[in-house]
């Protein structure tokens, strides 16, 4: 026996019909319900309105009844539901809250846009609509890099849509041009005086120089971003006595790519000597969030960069991991083994990078050219 479908509503707290769960004349949402073998189910109907919800009672019924199914007409997929069934996606892929946040903000943004100029089902999305709202970046987000990834995250969500059989094709997004920050190692004697000027800079915070000056050593040793370096664990120091090595063994936060880097003796007790009240944690007390206490320590290596004199744009914390990382290369050190190191998940996002720093490529280069001179 065919099971009967019931339509009903899950009002929102303010919906004034909020008591009667078949009230057709709201704009809440629409739910199914049915039992089948002693067992009740519901799903959501995917609309918010009651002949929506018809419809979608009559094609769970004929399924419910084994009757042939003709496929589905994705006409009116709302944007709203489209969102949610999307980033339900991206929580069961087990993103992490901040990268979900990011994605639930952006397509918030979008869905306001759009609904701005009359478009409210995902059908309506245009390659003309998408320029509009790619034109609204600037404001929001000044770097380009910043642009280039929501530019990355919007394409996720429309591909998705393509997949789900709500687009018959992906509206073509314009590439976004990012303006690199250039890579800019601090020369040897930039280092020397970075160091000396610690414990100067940070004179009235006892135990602060020292913990700058460890932090700094960590990352121009091991080529860790800041973020890793503050969070890096007393365990993750590994003392290998019989090869009489010390090595940094970590994830990487941003890719949770695997890293294991050898750090100078002297270097690693240093860095294990620093105390902050934390059994665990090398430099972060473990209170409040990571990300609060990373641009905290930003601004104390700012402060630091700044007395010594040494001219850098804002991404000062990088120019250690770019020391770390053109030294090798400088020193014959292959590209693949250097992006291992510094836990790039591909060798191209290295390249990008730091191809001009590698020893002896243009040497080659200009050795395969001259070649062809002589045939």
């Given at each position: 026996?065919?099971?009967?479908?019931?339509?009903f509503?899950?009002?929102?707290?303010?919906?004034?019909?909020a008591?009667?769960?078949?009230?057709?004349?709201?704009?809440?949402?629409?739910?199914?319900?049915?039992?089948?073998?002693?067992?009740?189910?519901?799903?959501?109907?995917?609309?918010?309105?009651?002949?929506?919800?018809?419809?979608?009672?009559?094609?769970?019924?004929?399924?419910?009844?084994?009757?042939?199914?003709?496929?589905?007409?994705?006409?009116?997929?709302?944007?709203?539901h489209?969102?949610?069934?999307?980033?339900?996606d991206?929580?069961?892929?087990g993103?992490?809250?901040?990268?979900?946040?990011k994605?639930?903000r952006?397509?918030?943004?979008?869905?306001?846009?759009c609904?701005?100029?009359?478009?409210?089902?995902?059908?309506?999305?245009t390659?003309?609509?998408?320029?509009?709202?790619?034109?609204t970046?600037?404001?929001m987000?000044?770097?380009?890099?910043?642009r280039?990834?929501?530019?990355?995250?919007?394409?996720?969500?429309?591909?998705?849509?393509?997949?789900?059989?709500?687009?018959p094709r992906?509206?073509?997004?314009?590439p976004?041009?990012?303006?690199?920050?250039?890579?800019?190692?601090l020369?040897?004697?930039?280092?020397?005086?970075l160091?000396?000027?610690?414990?100067?800079?940070?004179?009235?915070e006892?135990?602060?120089?020292?913990?700058?000056?460890?932090?700094?050593?960590?990352?121009?040793w091991?080529?860790?971003?800041i973020?890793?370096?503050?969070?890096?664990?007393?365990?993750?120091i590994?003392?290998?006595?019989?090869?009489?090595?010390?090595?940094?063994?970590?994830s990487?936060?941003?890719?949770?790519?695997?890293?294991?880097?050898?750090i100078?003796?002297?270097?690693?007790?240093?860095?294990?000597a620093?105390?902050?009240?934390?059994?665990?944690?090398?430099?972060?007390?473990?209170?409040?969030?990571?990300?609060?206490?990373?641009?905290?320590?930003?601004?104390?290596?700012?402060?630091?960069?700044?007395?010594?004199k040494?001219?850098?744009?804002?991404?000062?914390?990088?120019?250690?991991?770019?020391?770390?990382?053109?030294d090798?290369?400088?020193k014959?050190?292959?590209?693949?083994?250097?992006?291992k190191?510094?836990?790039h998940?591909s060798?191209?996002?290295?390249?990008?990078?730091?191809?001009?720093?590698?020893?002896g490529?243009?040497?080659?280069l200009?050795?395969l050219?001259?070649?062809?001179?002589?045939?």
């Amino acid at each position: 026996m065919t099971p009967s479908v019931t339509i009903f509503v899950r009002h929102s707290k303010s919906c004034k019909y909020a008591g009667d769960e078949f009230c057709k004349r709201c704009n809440c949402r629409k739910h199914l319900r049915w039992t089948q073998a002693g067992k009740q189910y519901r799903k959501t109907a995917g609309t918010r309105s009651w002949g929506g919800a018809e419809e979608a009672k009559r094609r769970l019924e004929d399924q419910l009844s084994g009757k042939p199914q003709a496929p589905e007409q994705p006409q009116g997929e709302t944007l709203e539901h489209a969102i949610e069934v999307f980033n339900q996606d991206k929580e069961n892929q087990g993103l992490t809250a901040k990268v979900l946040g990011k994605y639930k903000r952006e397509l918030d943004r979008l869905r306001q846009y759009c609904e701005s100029g009359g478009a409210y089902t995902v059908q309506a999305i245009t390659r003309e609509l998408l320029t509009g709202f790619v034109a609204t970046w600037p404001d929001m987000y000044p770097a380009s890099t910043t642009r280039s990834r929501v530019r990355d995250r919007l394409s996720t969500f429309l591909r998705f849509c393509y997949e789900a059989g709500w687009l018959p094709r992906i509206p073509k997004l314009s590439p976004i041009k990012v303006e690199r920050v250039p890579t800019m190692p601090l020369t040897g004697e930039e280092y020397r005086r970075l160091l000396d000027t610690t414990y100067a800079t940070f004179a009235d915070e006892p135990g602060r120089g020292a913990k700058v000056r460890a932090l700094i050593q960590l990352m121009r040793w091991s080529g860790l971003a800041i973020r890793d370096a503050l969070t890096l664990k007393r365990a993750e120091i590994v003392h290998d006595k019989k090869q009489g090595l010390y090595l940094i063994v970590t994830s990487r936060q941003k890719t949770g790519t695997h890293v294991s880097v050898p750090i100078p003796p002297a270097v690693a007790e240093e860095i294990l000597a620093v105390s902050n009240g934390n059994p665990v944690y090398v430099f972060w007390s473990g209170n409040g969030d990571e990300e609060s206490a990373t641009k905290n320590w930003a601004k104390y290596l700012a402060r630091l960069f700044d007395d010594a004199k040494i001219i850098s744009g804002h991404m000062r914390s990088h120019r250690l991991r770019d020391t770390f990382a053109v030294d090798l290369l400088e020193k014959g050190v292959p590209l693949e083994d250097v992006s291992k190191l510094l836990g790039h998940e591909s060798i191209k996002t290295t390249e990008r990078s730091y191809a001009a720093w590698v020893k002896g490529r243009q040497a080659r280069l200009n050795t395969l050219v001259t070649a062809t001179w002589k045939e």
